[in-house]
């Protein structure tokens, strides 16, 4: 039987065995940047992407490239396919995605980055591999010892273009891109089409396609009365932070959208441990189930959806009183088209994205497209939970009050009433109504993955998207950070650059001003990310040298 992403993904000319790979990791359908860029790249051209983190670019370039690569039986390995990203963070991550969709090819991929071993690398260079992910500055590293050859690569990509140029690469850039052949096929992807994006595409790509995610516009007039959130948190407590998000807004119909069906079934089990009635739908379901899912739902029998987009569409679904995007969805239009199904007919709805720190260029282009800002918030903590829960027993007995029917209950209130000082004979029972709210059906006693919730980082309101000029001092927003190294330790403000953006996964563009000094340095990072990107730098090392990194105390 054919399954859905069968369908979607094999009308992109791909190689079965990647159709394939892409069904088995759940994924239902290409995402519309696959769509836009696979096509191209599979018939040989050249592609400039305009595409985020988030958005599935990685696949749009990595399923081509390995369908040019072929079954590889591992006899006569060659480095045939080259991509260059600017953080050792982006590296590992790229190099597991490319591992992922080519293990069924048989093909080798090895990341290069600074700051690990290069003998464990030379091992694995010698071994031979097929694709080499690998940043800039130790590409050109080995190139220039010798120990890569770049002479066999038939498919170059250059990914995160503009952050690349922004860490200060392109002359690495110029220099890896001459060892490559000129008969290669080249795919650029960057998240803005900056002019200097628009000049190294001139030179590196041959006729590109030009592939962008296509922006339709909202239907006029009709504002929607939905309340826009978005919780940024690391993607390890993901699952924690929803779950205290969905205790905190106690949603009477809600649907949660996940990117894969496995999350799907995760997430399901994880909301049904937790006492909510949830129920999954994803491609993998029979007609049947879904319409008795379905029904439940509109019965009012199960609460909440855990659905992949796919599956979602076409359902007649709206009214919702919450629609929870449990990643940032690949498109502004996927987004509104989600968030449609909440705040109909004059009702008011919530909207709740989850990210990570490094989606929060999609959030912004979000905004950009819909016009709207969409509110950073903290997740809730225990204290809020509780507060929380006493807001609800404290209407549950407002109910109870005007229900009536209490006659029964007076007797044992009036002869307890004798012994017992009459407020606090009130504040036991409630009390025991406020615990049988919580322990009561979610059987956990005291939420316990609140204490385990790190920091939650915020995005700092720039006031303008441009980029804070760097070497001047007190831009809003930002916070300073000393760092215990400068002048005299040969340190620039690439290397703090590199070093922050590299060790706390955050964007260069979070950085503002730099000073450096003969013995420290002190740099701004947005506001909200400052716990994140000290805790990243300690024990870390720059140029050699340990890292000591705290708030500036004359902040
Ligand atoms: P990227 O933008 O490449 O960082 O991808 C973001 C996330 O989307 C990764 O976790 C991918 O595994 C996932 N992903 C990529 N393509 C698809 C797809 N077609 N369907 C579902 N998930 C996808």
Redesign the pocket.
Known sequence: METVAELGFSTLGLHASLVEA?TA???????AI?REAIPPLVAGSDVLGQAA???????AFALPMLHRIGASDGSQRSVRGLILVPTRELAMQVAQ?VHKYGRILGVAVLPIYGGQSVQQQLRALKRGVDVIVATPGRALDHINRGTLDLSTVEFLVLDEADEMLDMGFADELEAIVEKVPKARQTALFSATMAPRIRSISKRYLKNPSLVTIANETTAAGKKPRVREVAYVVQRAHKTAALARVIDMESPTSAIVFC??RMEVDDLTETLGARGYQAEAIHGGLSQDQRDRVLRRFREGTSEILVATDVAARGLDIENLSHVVNY?VP?SPDAYVHRIGRTGRAGKEGVAITLAEAREHRLLRNIESHTKRKISIESVPTAHDLRARRLELTSNALEEALEAGGLEKYRTLVESLGNKHDILDLAAAAVKLADQARDGGDKAEPEIPAIAALPPVLTFAKKSAASKPARLQNGSAGMTKIWIGLGRSSRIGPADLVGAIANEARINSREIGAIDIADNFSIVEVSSGLVPGVINALRGKTVRGKKVTARLDRKA
């Open positions: 892409a990791l759940g994924y239902e359908e290409p995402t696959q983190t988030g958005t599935g670019k990685t696949a995605a990117r894969t990643d690949s």
